[in-house]
């Protein structure tokens, strides 16, 4: 069964690195995804993914985005429900990228990985 899964949106939270052995990092960051304006001219509510990075375009993220970039992901994604505090009940929505493309003009000089 094929799980390819590609958005664009902004980075809410600065890329999260973590070395996980002397050749393995990671960067985990969330990204909104705007779905435009209502008839009446409201703001829709906005799409929320976690995003998981790996090696090269984990250090990509790391270094060359932040909180606000402008991404385009690429990868597997898995959605899993849970328990809030309140006792009711969350849907996380996670995605593993392959890759994440730098949006933004001030991204221009290290574009993707």
Known sequence: MLNQFTFIGNITREPDGKQITD???ISEFGVAVNHGKNKDGTQKDPSY???TTYGNTAMFCQSHLSKGSKVCVS???KITKYQKKDGT???????SAKSVDGCD???DA???V
């Open 110 to 112: 290290a574009k993707s």
């Open 89 to 95: 009940e969350g849907v996380s929505v996670d995605v």
């Open 49 to 51: 993914f976690n995003v």
């Open 105 to 107: 003009s001030k991204n």
């Open 23 to 25: 050749e393995w990092f």
């Open 75 to 77: 990868g597997s994604i």
